[in-house]
């Protein structure tokens, strides 16, 4: 199957990624948020980003693909949607609710994503067979992985069709099952909340944290700041999600975590989290 048409719901920092990919590929691509002013912004983070990749020595012309990109004021005919918008249930199965309505019968419904079961948001809809999850990680450009997650109802041909078009997007798909969290998350999530505990019981800062996390571990990134690029309230979210499917306390969110993000410091998109952002 050719996705030639790809509409993306949400405009935010995973949705403009989702869009950048996949205008890179050649494709057409519509993008819908219902927030004021969130493709304008999108679209000059796109121009950025993409600059940066012609400057490093990608082979990409940014006009080029940002002219594959249009605005869209509402949901609208599409080969696939792609739903990027805020992590909680009600709000996406109202979009796969309406976009049931407005894509053609044929049309694959996919989401972004990181925990909410897709058999819920399939079960919306009056294809699902066609509902499946897509699950990018951030930033979307620079990370190879797509989780495809498939609901029990998924059909093969389904299955298929997103497998190949994340790999036609230079990404490296990798299957799982519909269950909290998935994969990703529910290895990762239990790590960062671990982090903040420790932050919490007063074991460590935040930077010595990160550090022996980065260097003790091998990773790139510590969980602190991790969690600041993800999103506090992403990651409460996440986990809400995996305490309440597996039915496991374990998965409670550190109250820190919860404190962050009553006050409104949810990491790098408001400039302060477990950090300080310029």
């Known amino acids: 199957m050719r996705f030639e048409h790809v509409l993306v719901v949400g405009a935010g920092q995973m949705g403009g990624g989702i869009a950048q990919v996949v205008a890179t590929s050649g494709r057409r691509v519509s993008v819908y948020d219902a927030q004021e002013g969130a493709v304008e912004r999108s679209l000059e983070a796109m121009r950025k980003s993409l600059q940066r990749l012609a400057e490093k020595g990608a082979d990409v012309d940014p006009n080029e693909v940002l002219a594959r990109v249009e605005p869209s004021e509402g949901l609208l005919s599409a080969d696939l949607m792609v739903e990027a918008v805020v992590e909680e249930a009600a709000a996406k199965e109202a979009i796969f609710r309406e976009a049931d309505a407005v894509l053609p019968p044929d049309a694959i419904l996919a989401s972004n994503t990181s ?109 602190l700041a991790l969690a600041d690029l993800i999103g506090l309230d992403t990651c409460v979210a996440i986990l809400e999600v995996l305490r309440d499917g597996l039915g496991d306390d374990r998965y409670e969110p550190c109250p820190l975590l919860r404190e962050h993000v009553a006050a409104g410091r949810l990491g790098r998109k408001t400039g302060e989290g477990f950090y300080r952002y310029g």
């Not at 190879?144 to 109802?153: D, I, R």
């Not at 994340?166 to 290895?187: H, W």
């Open 115 to 223: 925990s909410i079961p897709i058999a819920s948001l399939a079960a919306v809809t009056e294809r699902p067979d066609k509902v499946i999850g897509m699950h990018f990680f951030n930033p979307v450009p620079v990370m190879a992985l797509v989780e495809v997650v498939s609901a029990p109802e998924t059909s093969e041909k389904t299955r298929t069709a997103i497998v190949e078009l994340a790999e036609e997007l230079g990404k490296t798909p990798a299957q799982a099952n519909d269950f909290p969290g998935f994969v990703s998350n529910r290895i990762l999530m239990p790590y960062v909340n671990e982090a903040v505990w420790a932050l919490h019981g007063g074991v460590a800062e935040p930077e010595a944290i990160d550090t022996i996390a980065k260097l003790g571990f091998n990773h790139p990134m510590g969980p």
